[in-house]
Nanobody
């Protein structure tokens, strides 16, 4: 079994910062891409940022220059540093990872449970 556990969400004022973390645990052989997605009320889930095993990153246009994704491969953890937050960044943020498990050697996508980020004064 594989689990992704997110932390770091909360309430922040516009212009503030938050750092999200997501740790993968369980029967992991390897982790390929990791990323963050978000879903605001009444909207579809959208990509925020992704990072490959080699460190290549990709960002949604709406967060470029404000958010930074990084990962610690030794800890099987991905981070999202969010600066200059705006009310429109309010959403549930979900961690995603493409993981090959030891037990089956099957590679598939896993999701965390989500963490709420609210940007409001």
């Amino acid at each position: 079994q594989v689990q992704l556990v997110e932390s770091g969400g909360g309430l922040v004022q516009p212009g503030g910062s938050l750092r999200l973390s997501c740790a993968a645990s369980g029967s992991i052989f390897s982790i390929n891409a990791m990323g963050w997605y978000r879903q605001a009320p009444g909207k579809q889930r959208e990509l925020v940022a992704t990072i490959t095993g080699g460190g290549n990153t990709n960002y949604a246009d709406s967060v470029k220059g404000r958010f930074t994704i990084s990962r610690d491969n030794a800890k099987n953890t991905v981070y999202l540093q969010m600066n200059s937050l705006k009310p429109e960044d309010t959403a549930v943020y979900y961690c995603n990872a493409v993981i090959q498990t030891r037990a089956t050697m099957i590679t598939r996508s896993y999701w965390g449970q989500g963490t709420q980020v609210t940007v409001s004064s």
